[in-house]
């Protein structure tokens, strides 16, 4: 389904909530290090890396993540998603950025780190992350898997789940839930629209009480 431009992080959570979901869906401290201006959203490519073993071949090992840079992977313009297992490293960069954006990708998640956050600024690239950090990965961690279904913080994320993400946090809606997500959704739009139009067309401003009582009998609460 494709969702409205100003679809917003807000309405997002009461569909998942009115859907019987709540923070099981939801990561509330990773956020956008550079600031975005609206709610993104597409479904996970997700991928997974861990700390390089004593005497593992670090090249060989890191070409798993070079094979993964194809176009097939990302003919549906994802958001990847980074289970990184590590927090002394940075686990992007700009150049990453570059060619996830080259390939199609939306935006990048991660619970890990990333670094290079002036040129990452430049790509016009969403990028989420629990913190910044120079220090590089090079013969210290690794991609290791893509494409598989992954956990940051509990939450459980597949191979295109719909992620939305936003200045206020990440939220995953599984596919199994999107049919009724979507349902929920479109509602809450009408609905949310219903209300401020109503709120702009009241004249007494002073009190709201018996409009909003009126239309919450006839459509419920927004």
Same mark, same amino acid.
């Given at each position: 389904m494709?969702y409205p431009?100003?679809?917003?992080?807000?309405?997002?959570?009461?569909?998942?909530?009115?859907?019987?979901?709540?923070?099981?869906?939801?990561?509330?401290?990773i956020k956008?290090?550079?600031?975005?201006?609206?709610?993104?959203y597409?479904p996970a490519?997700t991928?997974?890396?861990r700390?390089?073993?004593?005497?593992?071949?670090?090249?060989?090992?890191?070409?798993?993540?070079?094979?993964?840079?194809?176009?097939?992977?990302?003919?549906?313009?994802?958001?990847?998603i980074?289970?990184?297992?590590d927090?002394?490293?940075?686990?992007?960069?700009?150049?990453t950025?570059?060619?996830?954006k080259?390939l199609?990708? !939306?935006g990048?998640?991660?619970?890990?780190?990333?670094?290079? #956050?002036?040129?990452?600024? $430049?790509l =016009?690239?969403?990028?989420f992350?629990k913190?910044?950090?120079?220090?590089?990965a090079?013969?210290?961690?690794?991609?290791?898997?893509?494409?598989?279904?992954i956990?940051?913080?509990?939450?459980?994320?597949?191979p295109?789940?719909i992620?939305f993400?936003?200045?206020?946090?990440i939220?995953v809606v599984?596919?199994k839930d999107i049919?009724?997500?979507?349902?929920n959704?479109?509602?809450?739009?009408?609905?949310?629209a219903g209300?401020?139009s109503?709120?702009n !067309?009241?004249?007494n401003?002073?009190?709201?009480?018996?409009d #909003?009582?009126?239309?919450? $009998?006839? =459509?419920?609460r927004?």
């Amino acid at each position: 389904m494709k969702y409205p431009n100003n679809i917003y992080l807000g309405i997002v959570y009461d569909a998942m909530r009115i859907s019987g979901h709540k923070s099981e869906h939801f990561f509330i401290d990773i956020k956008p290090k550079i600031p975005i201006k609206k709610t993104i959203y597409g479904p996970a490519f997700t991928t997974k890396g861990r700390k390089v073993k004593k005497n593992e071949d670090y090249e060989k090992l890191d070409m798993i993540r070079i094979d993964m840079y194809q176009k097939k992977y990302f003919n549906n313009h994802p958001i990847v998603i980074l289970e990184a297992n590590d927090q002394k490293c940075a686990h992007s960069g700009d150049i990453t950025s570059q060619i996830y954006k080259s390939l199609g990708a !939306k935006g990048f998640v991660t619970d890990g780190n990333v670094r290079d #956050l002036d040129l990452i600024s $430049k790509l =016009n690239f969403p990028t989420f992350c629990k913190d910044v950090n120079p220090i590089d990965a090079i013969n210290y961690w690794a991609l290791t898997e893509y494409q598989i279904p992954i956990s940051i913080q509990n939450v459980k994320i597949s191979p295109n789940d719909i992620i939305f993400a936003s200045s206020e946090g990440i939220i995953v809606v599984g596919k199994k839930d999107i049919s009724k997500f979507d349902k929920n959704i479109i509602s809450l739009i009408k609905k949310e629209a219903g209300v401020r139009s109503l709120v702009n !067309k009241i004249k007494n401003k002073s009190s709201y009480k018996k409009d #909003l009582t009126r239309y919450i $009998k006839k =459509n419920g609460r927004w």
